[in-house]
Structures are given as C-alpha cells and as structure tokens.
C-alpha cells in the first residue's frame, strides 16, 4: 500500500484545512486509518483515527472538538477537516494505514504517508 497524503499550507490562527490521503493498492477497507503529526524537535503524535467502516472514530485530545476524521473507501481515501486551527498545531502531518486496530500505537501502523506540512500563523 502507498499513501499519498496532500492539502496542507499556511492558514491563519482559527482558520481551516482538509488533508487527504489516498491510498493506491488494493483492500484500503481492510485497514485502520490514522493521522499523526511532529512538530521540529518534538517526537510524532496522535491526532486521529478510524476504523475500517468508518462508524468508529478517535482523536488525540488536544484536537478533540476541532478535527474530524472520515473516509471514503469506495475513493481509497481518508480526511482530516481540520478547524479553528491553533499555531500550536503547526506540523508536518502524516497519514498511516495498519492491519490491525490499536489505533494510537505508531509502531502499529504498516505503511506511511510522505507527510504534508500545516503551519498556523498568529
């Protein structure tokens, strides 16, 4: 599976964005979905996941109420809407894909994203 994940820029502080990540290969239903992201110098955190059949949803809590994580599998592709963005969430973000479901568990994702970067000014 590769994933290309793509819709980051520069926003202002409140402002919005979506991130996709499409996948190219075969069975993208097959796996757990999830959004990290690493600021410089800091190690790489959750942000958001979903399930195979996108009923269930997770988020880190420091985006709890503002991202929202969804997917279209007949697209092979997963979003993040991210609003009322902070500089705090300045990041590079990565999507990822795992077999299995322990959503904020990086060593349990299979395959990553080359990363698209968000930068909130103030």
């Known amino acids: 599976v590769q994933l290309q994940a793509c819709g980051g820029g520069l926003v202002q502080a409140g402002g919005s964005l979506r991130l996709s990540c499409t996948a190219s290969?075969?069975?993208?239903?097959?796996?757990?979905m999830g959004w990290f992201r690493q600021a410089p110098g800091k190690e790489r955190d959750f942000v958001a996941a979903?399930?195979?059949?996108?009923?269930?949803?997770y988020y880190g809590d420091s985006v709890k109420g503002r991202f929202t994580v969804s997917r279209d599998n007949a697209y092979n592709t997963v979003y993040l809407q991210m609003n009322s963005l902070k500089p705090e969430d300045t990041a590079v973000h990565y999507c990822?894909?795992?077999?299995?479901?322990?959503?904020?568990?990086?060593?349990?994702?299979?395959?990553w994203g080359q990363g698209t970067l968000v930068t909130v000014s103030s």
């Open positions: 990822a894909a795992q077999s299995g479901y322990l959503y904020s568990i990086i060593s349990a994702y299979d395959y």
């Open positions: 979903i399930s195979r059949n996108g009923f269930s949803t």
């Open positions: 290969g075969h069975s993208f239903s097959s796996y757990y």
